[in-house]
């Protein structure tokens, strides 16, 4: 597989625990945000995006979290299955711009 | 991969040679990006396109350029390879500017 995350911090849950992954975001003005998964040897695939009106969204067993306040963001995966084992990143965006940020990425694994 | 392809998927050239990488997409977006991967670094952005023969530079586009002559191909090339340049390459489409970015599999470089 890619070897693009030699040494990213490493969350490990139990499959069928809920998963927390978090991100630091860096631009106060940045007002889109999307979640990323990336599976060794594959394209990043959107999870799901939020934009700063929200706090909150959801999707099929994901949740986004966004706290202005502090500049972080945050995905929960309910009931988290071996096929979530994965690279996770965020990416933050400032409409009206092409320029998106990308995170270094949380790694995820699935302990059976 | 969104109706995303590129090619070649791997590809081992020498120093100085010139590259060039392709990305089709099917999804009749407008915009184009190409970025490199590379351990401890988030996705950086290499350049972009906003539309056909519209192309624009981003964070790391020194010794590549880029051309779109029809809306589905991106080409990004490498004049004259460096190790430096040793890297996965990820073209992303999306319909708008600040809108999701859909993935392909990406292109693993390696410069010797």
């Known amino acids: 597989g890619e070897s693009v995350g030699l040494h990213l911090p490493t969350l490990s849950v139990q499959e069928g625990d809920n998963s927390i992954i978090n991100c630091a975001y860096s631009n106060s003005a940045s007002d889109y945000f999307i979640w990323y998964k990336q599976e060794s040897g594959k394209g990043p695939q959107f999870i799901i995006d939020i934009r700063s009106n929200m706090d909150k969204r959801q999707g099929q067993r994901v949740t986004v979290l966004l706290n202005k306040t502090v500049k972080h963001l945050s995905l929960q995966i309910a009931a988290t299955q071996p096929g979530d084992s994965a690279v996770y990143f965020c990416a933050e965006n400032f409409s009206g711009t092409y320029k998106y940020i990308f995170g270094t990425g949380t790694r995820l694994k699935v302990l059976a | 991969d969104a109706g995303i392809t590129q090619s070649p998927r791997h590809k081992v050239t020498e120093t100085g040679t010139p590259v060039t990488l392709r990305c089709h997409q099917t999804e009749n977006h407008r915009y184009m990006y190409w970025y490199r991967q590379d351990p401890g670094h988030g996705l950086r952005l290499i350049h972009y396109?906003?539309?056909?023969?519209?192309?624009d530079k981003g964070e790391v586009s020194d010794g590549y350029s880029v051309s779109r002559s029809k809306t589905e191909d991106f080409l990004l090339t490498l004049e004259s390879a460096t190790s430096s340049q040793t890297s996965v390459y990820f073209c992303a489409i999306s319909a708008r500017d600040w809108d999701e970015q859909y993935f392909g599999p990406g292109t693993r470089l390696t410069v010797t």
């Open positions: 396109s906003y539309g056909v023969k519209d192309t």
